[in-house]
């Protein structure tokens, strides 16, 4: 098994001898794709394999096995041509996949023309292209268990990502993404959507989650692939998430790319409404012009975090279920805020805040808490755990992420809740102008720093008894 880290960190270091390839976001895109076609090919040869009269949409010339795969194949100018030509009778792969058809597979087709329609080959040294294509040839993502190299790659993608400055907001940490699944339990036949779905973490653990849980014939298989649908916007982060699903087993994602702030709010019917939302919205990020007038005259705002919360309150079924990622700026505030909170606990049973530590999201430093709720009936009380660093662990880092062992207490008492140090509950009526940030009433205070003036008056106290010492010492001398 290869060592997925030491072969992204290959990549990157050959990538930067490419005069083509500029920054992360470039490097970002070249891997997708290539990471794409890659994957695809491996499932389609699994598929050619269980499934009678299955056929890869992919011409034959162009199958990740048939020019990438070989350590010897080509390279150099000739396979820039093979990518880039788009000479009449010599059309190169990005060409030909661009405008690819099937009548047998249409769906599956439109996946890989809406993949290449929104990516670009940047690199412009063949050579350097094919020591790239055969470092990721160096890991067979169909041999690994329980996705263990798949996790790996993506851990690798999706920290790069983080740190690539305004793309953090696709990255929510592994353990997060399996709390909030677990917690809000997604049935098989249930519809499941992220409308922010980044990378599809949320999305992977749902799959996971149905088919550990509740699958259990080929039937069942079939109604999981067609119950799990993404929405995402950055192109970069729509092909890492197509991929991710494509290696969860989904023969052909319902995976859009999409702004779900311009989805028509009004044009949402019950055929389009979901039983299960997972999600960690963007917040903080800029929308595009005119997006906000999308929504309710009394929801209307430019923070994306406040209006991707009107539009799930519309997306959700009767009864169904939520589960998301909110900074402390969308549960407090007044204004359009207040009123988007008060439509939030009027509209639904808000049974569930988890409040984390600043550095959950390293290394962006934001307080952040999950949101628990289910449409249908209104909040009467919530209940609050706060979440707290192990003992001795000052932050979350890089090196110490956080882990989804040290959960074990919320799932433990998510079904026995009593009141304790980390748990308390809150009636609605006791809220002021439906503000959320309600803070643990048990927990001690902090010893407040000392004043300027209460420093100066210590530190001259000091010098004065230093003074009186000093004098005692020079009569004792005399």
């Known amino acids: 098994m290869a060592n997925v880290g030491a072969v992204i960190s290959s990549i990157r270091n050959i990538m930067r001898q490419d005069r083509g390839i500029s920054g992360d976001a470039q490097r970002l895109e070249q891997l997708g794709w290539m990471l794409f076609l890659k994957i695809i ?16 949409v992919i011409p034959e010339k162009f199958q990740w096995r048939n020019w990438a795969a070989d350590t010897e194949g080509i390279t150099g100018d000739e396979l820039l041509e093979f990518i880039d030509s ?12 661009r405008n690819l058809s099937s009548n047998t597979n249409p769906k599956r087709a439109a996946i ?28 067979d993502f169909n041999s690994s268990k329980d996705k263990q190299v798949f996790g790996d790659i993506y851990e690798s993608i999706l920290v790069e990502l983080r740190d690539a400055g305004n793309k953090g907001e696709y990255y929510t940490p592994r353990a997060v993404t399996q709390l909030m699944t677990k917690m809000t339990n997604p049935k098989l036949g249930e519809k499941v959507l992220d409308p922010a779905a980044g990378t599809g973490g949320f999305l992977t653990e749902a799959i996971d989650h149905i088919r550990s849980e509740y699958v259990h014939t080929v039937d069942d298989e079939h109604i999981l692939q067609n119950s799990i649908t993404g929405w995402e916007l950055k192109p970069v982060a729509y092909v890492l998430g197509l991929t991710n699903l494509i290696l969860h087993e989904i023969d052909i994602p319902e995976y859009i790319y999409r702004d779900s702030l311009k989805v028509e709010y009004n044009g949402i019917k019950a055929k389009d409404k979901v039983d299960v939302i997972l999600a960690n919205p963007p917040f903080g990020a800029s929308i595009a012009d ?10 209307r705002c430019k923070e994306s975090a406040d209006l991707f919360v009107i539009l799930m309150l519309q997306l959700l079924k009767p009864n169904g279920r939520c589960a998301i990622v909110l900074p402390d700026g969308s549960i407090t505030g007044d204004g359009v805020k207040a009123r988007i909170r008060e439509k939030l606990l009027t509209d639904c049973n808000l049974h569930t805040i988890i409040r984390l530590p600043q550095s959950t999201f390293f290394p962006a430093t934001v307080s952040t808490n999950l949101l628990f709720f289910e449409k249908g009936s209104p909040t009467k009380e919530i209940w609050y755990y706060e979440h707290k660093l192990p003992e001795g662990q000052k ?3 890089k090196t110490k992420p956080i882990q989804f062992n040290e959960f074990q207490p919320i799932v433990d008492w998510w079904d026995n809740r009593v009141e304790n140090d980390q748990a308390w509950k809150v009636k609605v009526e006791d809220l002021k102008d439906w503000d959320l940030d309600i803070k643990n009433p048990v927990q001690e205070e902090e010893e407040k720093m000392p004043s300027s003036n209460e420093l100066l008056e210590k530190l001259n106290k000091s010098f004065e008894k230093s003074q009186g010492i000093i004098k005692e010492i020079k009569q004792l001398v005399g």
């Not at 788009?86 to 996949?97: I, P, S, V």
């Open 41 to 56: 090919d491996d499932k389609d040869q699994e598929l050619e394999i269980t499934k009678d009269d299955y056929e890869s």
């Open 86 to 97: 788009n000479a009449e009778g010599n059309r190169g792969l990005f060409a030909t996949l």
């Open 112 to 139: 890989v023309k809406e993949v290449f329609e929104g990516s670009n080959n940047f690199m412009k040294s063949g050579y350097e292209m094919r020591k790239v294509i055969n470092k990721l040839n160096e890991i």
């Open 290 to 299: 005119g997006v906000e007038t999308n929504f309710p005259s009394s929801y």
């Open 395 to 397: 932050s979350y880092s």
